[in-house]
């Protein structure tokens, strides 16, 4: 089983510029999730999706996030301008059930 | 509404010791509770979880957790601590209308010394 898997690991970019964060679900599970970490705010939930759809986004801090899942083997999160403040490490997970959720490696984001 | 406290954002062992890592949870609905592991530039990994039946559940790498209702608690455990277990734990929470939702606790850093 490869795991969730999730492109770029790193990605720097400046300050106004779009960023995409891919993400590739492990085979078979059908809800999706995607976090935000950081040192100030710990983990938190931006949205997430059940078979395809998106079930609850009221994590999504503003206009400027937005994020799709088109077909069960890929979602993207979108940062559309990005700012300093986005800098994080964004994580997928994937889930057979709702409940256990495994998660991918990360993308490190510095906005500069 | 949902949350979990993890008593202790660091806490430190020797080699072989004990380890104990709190977590207590806040939850209207039967809850469903997870324990996660994650090393330095890594993502979350499940160590073990409880949804129903026995309340002591064993995880990898020699970890268990004991679902204790009347406390409110549920608490991981390694008999002997070893120098990889040195990373951050995640307690987390779920369940009812949260379905699918998990509340993470704010993490606690276990750092092993020889």
């Known amino acids: 089983d490869a795991g969730v898997i999730q492109s770029p690991r790193h990605e720097v970019t400046e300050m106004g510029q779009e960023v995409t964060l891919r993400c590739k679900p492990i085979?078979?599970?059908?809800?999706l999730f995607w976090y935000r970490q950081t040192m100030m705010r710990g983990l938190e939930l931006l949205i997430y999706?059940?078979?395809?759809?998106?079930?609850?986004d009221s994590g999504m801090p503003e206009d400027r996030f937005s994020a799709k899942m088109p077909n069960a083997s890929f979602s993207t999160l979108k940062i559309q301008p990005s700012e300093p403040r986005d800098s994080a490490v964004y994580f997928c997970?994937?889930?057979?059930?709702?409940?256990?959720?495994?998660f991918g490696p990360g993308t490190r984001l510095t906005v500069t | 509404a949902q949350s979990v406290t993890q008593l202790g954002s660091h806490v430190s062992v020797s080699e072989g010791a004990l380890v104990l890592l709190r977590c207590n949870y806040s939850?209207?609905?039967?809850?469903?509770l997870f324990w996660y592991v994650q090393y330095p530039n890594q993502g979350l990994q499940l160590l073990l979880k409880?949804?129903?039946?026995?309340?002591l559940v064993k995880g990898i790498n020699g970890f268990e957790a004991e679902f204790k209702k009347s406390e409110t608690s549920f608490h991981l455990t390694k008999p002997s601590a070893h120098m990889s277990d040195a990373a951050e734990y995640f307690c987390?929470?779920?369940?009812?209308?949260?379905?699918?939702?998990?509340?993470f606790g704010q993490g606690t850093i276990l750092t092993v010394h020889p």
């Open positions: 999706f059940n078979n395809n759809v998106p079930i609850d």
């Open positions: 085979s078979g599970h059908n809800s």
């Open positions: 939850s209207s609905v039967p809850p469903y």
């Open positions: 409880y949804t129903t039946g026995a309340t």
């Open positions: 997970a994937s889930s057979p059930t709702g409940y256990e959720q495994y």
């Open positions: 987390a929470v779920t369940g009812g209308t949260s379905y699918g939702k998990l509340t």
